[in-house]
């Protein structure tokens, strides 16, 4: 990546108009008051000081902006307050949110994508089955006789959880690299529709709201045909998304010129050159290590038919970042508070104006979507794959049996609570679990008839064969069962030798390379601890 050379100019008419307006008045100003040269000097210094204020511009703010805002402190809200309502969409049971009134409105769909689809680490990209056709999100700001005022695709996600959490993730960590790859993702389509853009067509239809929603109906339909099953979204869960989007900034955060700072560290957005705009991009922002990011791909109508994207990216640390996490990503000083608000699911479109580019009318650009899953071993290439063991839809409940040692099962345990998941063991034999235990990975002998947020985030693995048939719906269920059962499970995962393991899913089987060394010596030294 490459960043965008930092000054220009905003040359517009009324800017000039003030400049030269504004150096005349200076002049005659100057020769009136003194006699010589200050007479000349002193006017051309405040005139040259004044219209550099007006017309020139660092990383596409201008510098008169920016000094405003550098001499105050502001607060930073996440707080949105348009109104939100439910409607159902016509001949449907289906009821989705809308945001906003009879003059701009939001509408969002869920972009879930494929379950327990693999990944390969190949090449410093994370190579996925499964990915957003951002062109084909493109084609939706135009339907018909609808004109949308920009379409813009959120993601938001982690690569791993906190130390506090588990003492494996910083190690997990390390084995991913610097590769794309995260534990946690959701991403979602945000639509937003100006009524004085469409007034024939919604004239055609019930309202606004009808108009909109069958628009974000039609790309939930498209992007499913593209092998992405997406939805809408309800009030509930438009209600999660701001929880979401808002992260850490939800009780605010105070706006300084290089970030956005909270009690719990700092948030500080990038923006992509036009150029960088690919999908190796796109995955490659996905590598840094830090609390939680968040991407943002805007589309907004162009002339002639066309549409022009234009990305940013926001990362949450726990301390000020001195330089930017990867080399090309340009800095929004002074405009931390602007890029929050490009973020969050407000109905108008959001004033911040990144750096776009046209799209081409053959581009295939794509973005990453969904969590990569846990490694599970590398391919006879020898490329790290990882799978998701949950299912992509949230509220969905996953099983997944391990035929295999108990090594095998304690690796995917661990990883799996590294990458964010509450995990619970039930066991009989909790002493050679002890290696594992931590705040986010549980040694219990019986599970409740039910679980905490009902089971979301949640992993209940039973290490024992013969688990209950019926138990608490967790997100993912682990059982282990014995060698050559016909599993019927959503990932099935059987050890043929000491090195290798089978996974099968309803979409393919790979036989993997396994390395569990290092929870054989754990198992091996907590038994003798014990003994």
């Given at each position: 990546?490459?960043?965008?050379?930092?000054?220009?100019?905003?040359?517009?008419?009324?800017?000039?108009?003030?400049?030269?307006?504004?150096?005349?008045?200076?002049?005659?100003?100057?020769?009136?008051?003194?006699?010589?040269?200050?007479?000349?000097?002193?006017?051309?210094?405040?005139?040259?000081?004044?219209?550099?204020?007006?017309?020139?511009?660092w990383r596409?703010?201008?510098?008169?902006?920016?000094?405003?805002?550098?001499?105050?402190?502001?607060?930073?809200?996440?707080?949105?307050?348009?109104?939100?309502?439910?409607?159902?969409?016509?001949?449907?049971?289906?009821?989705?949110?809308?945001?906003?009134?009879?003059f701009?409105?939001?509408?969002?769909?869920?972009?879930?994508?494929?379950?327990?689809?693999?990944?390969?680490?190949?090449?410093?990209?994370?190579?996925?089955?499964?990915?957003?056709?951002?062109?084909?999100?493109?084609?939706?700001?135009?339907?018909?006789?609808?004109?949308?005022?920009?379409?813009?695709?959120?993601?938001?996600?982690?690569?791993?959880?906190?130390?506090?959490?588990?003492?494996?993730?910083?190690?997990?960590?390390?084995?991913?690299a610097?590769?794309?790859?995260?534990?946690?993702?959701?991403?979602?389509?945000?639509?937003?529709?100006?009524?004085?853009?469409?007034?024939?067509?919604?004239?055609?239809?019930?309202?606004?709201?009808?108009t909109?929603l069958?628009?974000?109906?039609?790309?939930?339909?498209?992007?499913?045909?593209?092998?992405?099953?997406?939805?809408?979204?309800?009030?509930?869960?438009?209600?999660?998304?701001?929880?979401?989007?808002?992260?850490?900034?939800?009780?605010?955060?105070?706006?300084?010129?290089?970030?956005?700072?909270?009690?719990?560290?700092?948030?500080?957005?990038?923006?992509?050159?036009?150029?960088?705009?690919?999908?190796?991009?796109?995955?490659?922002?996905?590598?840094?290590?830090?609390?939680?990011?968040?991407?943002?791909?805007q589309?907004?109508?162009?002339?002639?038919?066309?549409?022009?994207?234009?990305?940013?990216?926001?990362?949450?640390?726990?301390?000020?970042?001195?330089?930017?996490?990867?080399?090309?990503?340009?800095?929004?000083?002074?405009?931390?508070?602007?890029?929050?608000?490009?973020?969050?699911?407000?109905?108008?479109?959001?004033?911040?104006?990144?750096?776009?580019?046209?799209?081409?009318?053959?581009?295939?650009?794509?973005?990453?979507?969904?969590?990569?899953?846990?490694?599970?071993?590398?391919?006879?290439?020898?490329?790290?794959?990882?799978?998701?063991?949950?299912?992509?839809?949230?509220?969905?409940?996953?099983?997944?049996?391990?035929?295999?040692?108990?090594?095998?099962?304690?690796?995917?345990?661990?990883?799996?609570?590294?990458?964010?998941?509450?995990?619970?063991v039930?066991?009989?034999?909790?002493?050679?679990?002890?290696?594992?235990?931590?705040?986010?990975?549980?040694?219990?002998?019986?599970?409740?008839?039910?679980?905490?947020?009902?089971?979301?985030?949640?992993?209940?693995?039973?290490?024992?064969?013969?688990?209950?048939?019926?138990h608490?719906?967790?997100?993912?269920?682990?059982?282990?069962?014995?060698?050559?059962?016909?599993?019927?499970?959503?990932?099935?995962?059987?050890?043929?030798?000491?090195?290798?393991?089978?996974?099968?899913?309803?979409?393919?089987?790979?036989?993997?390379?396994?390395?569990?060394t290092?929870?054989?010596?754990?198992?091996?030294?907590?038994?003798?601890?014990?003994?």
């Open positions: 990546m490459k960043s965008t050379f930092p000054v220009g100019l905003r040359v517009t008419w009324w800017r000039v108009i003030v400049a030269f307006v504004t150096t005349v008045g200076l002049l005659a100003l100057g020769t009136h008051l003194w006699h010589g040269p200050v007479a000349l000097a002193v006017p051309i210094v405040v005139a040259v000081l004044v219209d550099a204020a007006l017309l020139v511009t596409h703010q201008t510098v008169g902006a920016l000094a405003r805002h550098r001499l105050t402190k502001r607060r930073a809200t996440a707080a949105v307050v348009a109104p939100v309502s439910s409607h159902r969409l016509r001949w449907t049971t289906e009821e989705a949110a809308i945001r906003g009134d009879e701009e409105a939001l509408a969002v769909v869920a972009v879930d994508g494929a379950s327990h689809t693999p990944s390969v680490l190949d090449h410093h990209q994370v190579q996925s089955g499964t990915l957003l056709p951002v062109d084909v999100v493109a084609r939706a700001v135009r339907q018909f006789d609808v004109s949308l005022a920009g379409i813009d695709i959120y993601s938001v996600g982690r690569r791993r959880a906190g130390d506090e959490h588990h003492h494996y993730a910083a190690t997990y960590s390390r084995v991913i610097d590769y794309g790859a995260v534990g946690e993702r959701s991403t979602w389509c945000v639509l937003r529709m100006r009524s004085r853009d469409n007034l024939g067509a919604i004239a055609a239809r019930d309202s606004v709201a009808a909109l069958a628009c974000a109906r039609r790309l939930a339909v498209e992007l499913g045909a593209h092998g992405c099953p997406a939805r809408l979204v309800d009030v509930a869960e438009l209600d999660e998304l701001d929880a979401a989007i808002a992260g850490p900034l939800t009780n605010g955060a105070t706006a300084q010129w290089s970030g956005l700072v909270h009690p719990g560290g700092v948030v500080t957005s990038y923006w992509l050159s036009p150029s960088d705009i690919t999908t190796a991009t796109l995955d490659h922002v996905w590598a840094p290590d830090t609390d939680a990011t968040m991407t943002t791909i589309l907004r109508p162009g002339g002639d038919g066309s549409v022009t994207v234009g990305a940013l990216v926001r990362y949450s640390t726990a301390g000020k970042l001195t330089e930017a996490p990867l080399r090309g990503l340009n800095p929004l000083s002074g405009q931390q508070e602007l890029a929050l608000r490009a973020t969050l699911l407000e109905p108008a479109v959001p004033t911040l104006q990144l750096p776009h580019r046209q799209m081409g009318p053959e581009e295939r650009l794509r973005a990453p979507i969904g969590a990569t899953g846990i490694l599970i071993g590398t391919t006879a290439k020898h490329h790290p794959m990882l799978v998701p063991l949950g299912n992509a839809r949230p509220g969905k409940q996953a099983l997944v049996t391990v035929a295999g040692e108990l090594a095998l099962l304690l690796q995917i345990a661990q990883r799996a609570a590294a990458t964010g998941y509450r995990v619970a039930v066991t009989g034999r909790p002493q050679q679990w002890r290696s594992a235990q931590a705040a986010g990975l549980r040694i219990v002998r019986e599970m409740p008839a039910e679980l905490p947020d009902r089971g979301r985030s949640m992993m209940v693995v039973y290490d024992h064969y013969g688990a209950p048939t019926t608490p719906s967790a997100a993912v269920t682990v059982r282990a069962v014995e060698r050559g059962t016909a599993s019927v499970a959503d990932v099935h995962l059987e050890q043929d030798s000491r090195d290798t393991a089978v996974i099968r899913t309803a979409e393919f089987r790979y036989r993997l390379h396994i390395d569990v290092k929870e054989r010596n754990d198992i091996a030294a907590s038994s003798r601890r014990v003994a």
